[in-house]
């Protein structure tokens, strides 16, 4: 990944010297693109926004996307979204969502609808625990991908309907729709999300009553995670591999809040505040569970303060129901 963004750097300086405003936005595209899958937030926010001023430049004379290439403007809105969503700022993230699924469903692009209705319409949704309009957005992109063989995007469809069906509590559903879905991803080459996904399932064994199956399998989830420098997830493969040891051996304190802890460390350094938030509630709740809820509160309360929008999703409601039931900030 780091090649890419050198790549991207690098085509970036020649857009700015030879090209047309197309290559410019097709640069800041590029490089917010390869500093997401980095976990650089703040940089690839920077990037994608400076790929969203040339709109107004090149909207006059666009054209179509090829059919085998999803369109510019749908993927910058797909990575500002997931990229907002992953700094804090939910509102704007939703917006973003919204405006990739217009523009594709405007422009009547196949790949460019799947693109949206993938990550920014899945994932997001289904963190955000707006499972219903999920759903929605993942039938249609399974649909949608088959009826175009589109086989990557349809192999993601599998593993998101896998993650809507764990977030609902059908692990025999979301087990079958993961390794469905992963195996796709492995015969296609299309990994872009496989830590992601792998890790998901891993937590699915560990829910399903198989604890030393899912152990192994997010051992393999980080080591693919790091060796792919897909750092935009890591701090979520860590937090999982922290709550199936909790389900492995509830005693073992010091190893799940090693695994709780680094979580929240990278993702602060990240400055991922949503990632953050979730490892800090991994991390309270495990407080709360050796009887110590003064820390707990002093662990969530600062990373819950922080946020300024968004507090009608699932996390963020997560944590005010878990903070009000905690000793405040400072007290005895």
């Not at 695994?259 to 495990?286: C, K």
């Amino acid at each position: 990944m780091q090649e890419c963004l050198a790549l991207a750097g690098r085509y970036e300086e020649i857009a700015k010297a030879f090209g047309p405003p197309f290559a410019s936005a097709t640069a800041g595209q590029l490089l917010g693109q390869s500093q997401y899958f980095l976990g650089d937030y703040a940089s690839a926010a920077a990037s994608l926004q400076r790929a969203r001023a040339w709109y107004p430049m090149i909207k006059t004379a666009r054209v179509v996307a090829p059919r085998d290439d999803a369109d510019l403007q749908v993927v910058n809105s797909c990575y500002e979204a997931v990229t907002l969503w992953s700094l804090g700022f939910v509102d704007r993230a939703i917006r973003a969502r919204e405006d990739a699924l217009k523009e594709a469903r405007d422009i009547n692009h196949p790949i460019s609808l799947c693109l949206a209705l993938a990550f920014p319409s899945s994932f997001l949704l289904v963190k955000m625990g707006d499972l219903e309009t999920a759903e929605q957005c993942i039938n249609e992109l399974i649909n949608l991908s088959g009826e175009h063989s589109l086989i990557p995007r349809h192999a993601f469809g599998l593993c998101a309907k896998g993650s809507l069906m764990a977030a609902r509590g059908d692990v025999m559903s979301a087990d079958r729709f993961l390794r469905d879905g992963l195996q796709r991803m492995r015969e296609t080459g299309y990994r872009l999300y496989y830590s992601f996904f792998h890790a998901e399932w891993a937590m699915v064994l560990a829910s399903s009553g198989l604890p030393d199956e899912g152990a192994a399998e997010i051992d393999a989830a980080q080591r693919y995670a790091e060796e792919s420098q897909s750092l935009w997830c890591l701090p979520e493969v860590l937090r999982i591999k922290g709550e199936i040891f909790l389900k492995r051996d509830p005693a073992d304190f010091s190893v799940i809040e090693g695994h709780f802890q680094r979580s929240q460390t990278l993702a602060h350094s990240q400055e991922g505040l949503s990632w953050e938030l979730r490892a800090a509630l991994s991390l309270a709740r495990l407080r709360v569970a050796q009887g110590r809820p003064a820390e707990a509160t002093q662990l969530l309360a600062p990373v819950y303060g922080r946020f300024t929008e968004g507090f009608y999703t699932a996390d963020l409601l997560a944590a005010k129901q878990l903070l009000d039931g905690l000793p405040a900030a400072g007290s005895a």
